[in-house]
C-alpha cells in the first residue's frame, strides 16, 4: 500500500522519498526517490526536510516525531494495521498512538477502535486493488466447482489472526462432503519455502498448492475459482477478498473488521462471525445454490470495482494536505 500510494502522489507531481535502512528490500515497483541510512537504526537526522513525515509502524513513530520537532516536517501515522492487539510489544505499541494526533487509518472499524482506545480521530485512505486484478471471464458453469484460500507463513507470530488451522479444518471437510470440487491453497512461493507448517499442509494430498509469484499469476487462480474463503478475524481492510471479489469469485468470510466496508452479507459476500462456526455453512451454501452463488459474484464485482488505487491516492493526498498548517 505504501508503495502505491508513494507512486501515486508521485505522479501528480508530488515529491515523495521513503527513508529507508540498507538492509531494507523493495519487493514492488517502486518511482520515488529511496534515501539509504548509513545505520540500521534509523534517526531522526536522515529525515529531508519536508512538509510531511509518515510513519507507518510503531517503532518508528519516536524518530518521525524527533525529526518533526527538528523542524522536517509535520508528522503523520498511517495505521496499516492496530499494533496493540496484532503484536507483542503491547505496552509500546499502544502508547506510540500518543505521539501525534494526525493520523490516517485503512477502515472505519479501525477508525472507531483507535477513537475509543486513544480518543483521536483518524482520517480513512481505504486500500484499492491493483488493475491486473480483473474478471476475464474463463469459468465455465459445466466445470467442477473450484473453492480458493490464501495461506501465509505462521512462524514467527503474524498471523494469528488468519485462523488457519479453523481455515483448514473446514477445507479438510468441505473435501470429504465434496470430493469432486477442488480446494486449492494459495501461498507466495517464499514464504513456503520458508514454513515448515505450510508445507506440511500444501502436501497433503486433498489440496491442491498454488504458488503465484507475480500478481498476474494470482489473477489467473483467483479467475479459476469460484468460491475464495477468508477465515481472517482481525484486519483492518482484509484486501485478499476484496481481490478474489474483483476477479469473480464468490466470498465466504469471517468477520475481521475492517471487511465491513466493503462486505454485505447476502449481497455481495456471505460473511459470519467467528464464534457461530458457520464457514463451512456458507461455502457449502455457494457449491449447493450456483444461482445464489452467482448473483454473489456479480455484486461482489460491482463492490470490488469501486476500491481503486486512484482513489486511495486521491484520499492520501486530501488527509495530508489537512496536515499542513
Known sequence: MLVELANGLANKGHQVTFVMPPGGVIEYPNKVQVIRTPQAQI??????????????????????????????????????????????????????????????????????????????????????VSEVFKNMNIRKDNKQVEVSCMLRIPEGGYSWHREQEYLISVLTKLKQTYPTINVNLITPPSELRSSKWLRQVHGNPLF????????????????????????????TASLPGLEAMKCGAALATVYSGGNMDYC????????????????????????????????????????????????????FEKALTSFIK
Open 264 to 315: 454485505r452479507s447476502g449481497e455481495n459476500c456471505l460473511l459470519s462471525y467467528r464464534h457461530e462456526n458457520k464457514l463451512y455453512q456458507d461455502v457449502t451454501t455457494l457449491i449447493q445454490q450456483p444461482k445464489f452463488r452467482n448473483n454473489l459474484m456479480l455484486q461482489g464485482e460491482k463492490e470490488a470495482a469501486k476500491w481503486t488505487w486512484a482513489r486511495s491516492v486521491n484520499h
Open 208 to 235: 491442491q498448492s498454488l504458488t503465484p509469484q507475480t500478481d498476474q499469476q494470482l489473477n489467473l487462480f483467483l479467475n479459476r475459482s469460484d468460491i475464495f474463503v477468508s477465515s481472517s478475524t482481525y484486519d
Open 43 to 128: 534517526k531522526a537526522e536522515d529525515f529531508p526536510v519536508s512538509d510531511i513525515i509518515v510513519s507507518n509502524f510503531y517503532t518508528l513513530t519516536n524518530v518521525c516525531h524527533q525529526a518533526s520537532l527538528a523542524g522536517k516536517g509535520a508528522h503523520v501515522r498511517i495505521s496499516l494495521c492496530y499494533e496493540p492487539v496484532f503484536l507483542d510489544d503491547h505496552e509500546a505499541s499502544f502508547k506510540s498512538y500518543h505521539i501525534s494526533k494526525n493520523l490516517i487509518v485503512l477502515s472505519n472499524w479501525q477508525k472507531q477502535l483507535i477513537k475509543l482506545n486513544h480518543g483521536i480521530e483518524g482520517n480513512i485512505v481505504p486500500v484499492g
